[in-house]
């Protein structure tokens, strides 16, 4: 009996309809700049071969470094727990 994947949207085909896939962006959309310190929030926008985890989604963290043409993003998950995203800039928006 072989086991089936459990890869990163096993179990959430209703978040693959059409009405749930993010819209195609603009290149205005596509090239964000953002500061050290600044608050972002993390949405799913563009593709999805890129996105974070669909756990993040909503959540608010802090910049506080800039790798390629992503960022790194502090969050916090629980009250003590502090989470580090590599995310790219299309899928952050300034809070």
């Known amino acids: 009996m072989t086991e089936r994947s ?14 749930h896939k993010p819209s195609k962006l603009g290149i205005t959309k596509l090239i964000k700049n953002f500061n ?15 996105i974070p985890h669909p ?7 802090t910049i506080t ?15 003590k727990t502090k989470r580090t995203l590599v995310v790219n800039q299309r899928h952050l928006e300034k809070m």
Not at 6 to 17: N, V
Not at 36 to 50: E, L, N, P, T, Y
């Open 36 to 50: 050290i310190g600044d608050r972002v929030a993390i949405v799913q926008k563009g593709s999805f071969k890129d």
């Open 65 to 79: 470094e800039k790798r390629g043409g992503a960022y790194v993003v502090e969050l916090m998950v629980s009250n």
């Open 55 to 61: 756990r993040y989604r909503g959540r608010v963290g």
């Open 6 to 19: 459990h890869g990163l949207f096993s179990g959430r085909t209703r978040h693959l309809a059409r009405h």
